[in-house]
């Protein structure tokens, strides 16, 4: 009798049980050493972009004791105080993140093992940690310092436990269960979905396994002490800042209303004009708006909230653009293209060579996996537990954003899923089941084509241009900059208004101002750069003495985002030249302004 192949696999992984995983392992840890080694010829390693610039200096103000706050946290936190960990026993520097992030990549493919053994056998786990081992956006995200690599960790660590405890009951394996999602929530706020649902897949199965009443309380109690132990920390000190237990970010109702907001056509991330882009102060600036539309200064949970609503009310007065928008964003969360907010690989690797490599990508494992869940759903529960958890997970990026990053845990399901699929293909064919053969076979092919349907934004690169770009102009080549700039520019893309604002700085400072204002004349008032664009055009008009120009300039910018600090302070310096109590009226609102971002 022929053996399936992960059964071979099985009989092989018990001939040479002591090197298999070990083997993949090391393969693992050398990809990922490689990438980095790689990465590290590049002008990438040493500059830190955004969110890892914020929880590096948030990470090293909690290393040296400087850290305070007078606010809920912004940002989820474990990962701002592991990175701290770190630099207390070594030293501030980044590497060692990188390293930390190498160390649970490598973690996250022995989970893929483990779970991929749980779900059907040993050679299953085998061929899903090897897959796991080669994907190369699981390398990429080992070797820069975002939280990523920790939240694919922390996720895998979740669905490894609910599996096992699925095949069988553990009190232990429950606890760690909960106490896993709880510091997987502290990475990926979205993850709170997650925590009343596991506990309920452990409780239906022992329920239908006929186990006492005893037992049912006894798992959940279990489950809810590990939840509360790994959360707590946390939640103590939101309890003692405000009187209240936050269990997610208090800035949640603005990524709400930054996903869904009509000003954004695409289904991915853009900001809006009232607040910079910047992690730094753009929770300050949706702090300041907010209070503006309210009439009065919020609190940060009141203006989450109150952004939540602003959402709440553009789905009523316009739900069929909201429905296309959701459309739009569960096509981008099947599509094949890996967006970024920060990094596009492929752009990278026209730098780093290593990922020129033939290495695994989405397209090839999403549709198999897919495929994979739907022909095993209603055969095996634990498929069906999988199948709920990437759907709930699913359901928060497309609330909020799928990009690839935030995308990235669903691969701990679909790698072993897309295993299983394809050996129940296999089998199939062996065994002449031709009608089971198509089904796979047509839902795999069906899920191919999806990846590749159109969708506003994707394909959009300008913004690896513009940071490429960045990068060369912070250190000090402002020249080779321009090139980049400029092509992001041509392409004519929402974040080409980037391009276009700093190639009209670039030709300022070169003295050609024609040229700097046709590039601020391409970017338009609905743009989120609109108010950098008055802010410049104020600055122009100053140098050329052209007062009323710039006060008209800098007022147009505060129109459209009002905690623009710098814009305010020029403009109260050419008042106080000019118009003395108007110079005093706009010194008061500053000082109202500046008092939001001492709060964080």
Known sequence: MKLKLTDRLACAYDRYSHIAVPTILFLALLLRTAALLSLSKTVYFDFLLWDERVYHVWAMKIADGTYQSLSFYGFAPLPAYIMAFVYKIFSPDILYVRILNIIFGVLACYLVYLIGKEMANRGTGLVACLIACLYEPFIFYSIVPLKTSMSVFLFALSVYFLVAVLNKHSMIKVFLMGAAIALMLKVRPN????????????????????????????????????????????????????????????????????????????PYYRPVPFASSSPFIQGSQFMIESSRRAGKKLSTREASSLWTHETIKIALEQPAAVMWKICQKTLALFNKFEAGDHYHIGFISDFAKFFKLPLLSLWLILPLGIAGIAINIFRSKKMLSLCAIFFLYGLTLIVSFPTSRFRLPLLIILI???????????????????????????????????????????????????????????????????????????????????????????????????????????IPDSSFAAADKYALKGDFFAIQRQIQKAISAYERSLEINSGGIKVRQKLIRIYRKTDKKRALQEYKKLQYIASFYKRH
């Open 191 to 266: 993850c709170v979905i997650l925590i009343p649902f596991l506990p309920l897949i452990i409780l239906l199965h022992i329920y239908k396994g006929k186990s006492s009443l005893k037992m049912i309380i006894a798992t959940l109690l279990i489950y809810i002490a590990g939840l509360c132990i790994a959360i707590s920390p946390f939640m103590i000190r939101n309890y003692q800042l405000s009187g209240k237990f936050a269990p997610v970010p208090a800035h949640s109702g603005f990524a709400l209303y930054l996903g869904n907001n009509l000003g954004n056509s695409t």
């Open 416 to 522: 072993p899923s897309a295993v299983v699929g394809v050996n129940n293909l296999l089998s199939s064919v062996k065994s002449r089941q031709l009608k089971k053969s198509a089904v796979y076979s047509a839902m795999a092919i069906g899920f191919f084509i999806v990846e590749f349907l159109p969708v506003n934004g994707t394909g959009d690169m300008t913004a690896y241009y513009n940071t490429h770009a960045l990068i060369l102009s912070s250190k000090g080549l402002k020249d080779e900059a321009i090139p980049y700039w400029e092509i992001s520019s041509s392409m004519n893309k929402p974040f080409s208004s980037f391009a276009n604002l700093s190639l009209a700085e670039a030709y300022l400072r070169m003295r050609d101002r024609e040229k700097a204002l046709a590039y601020l004349d391409k």
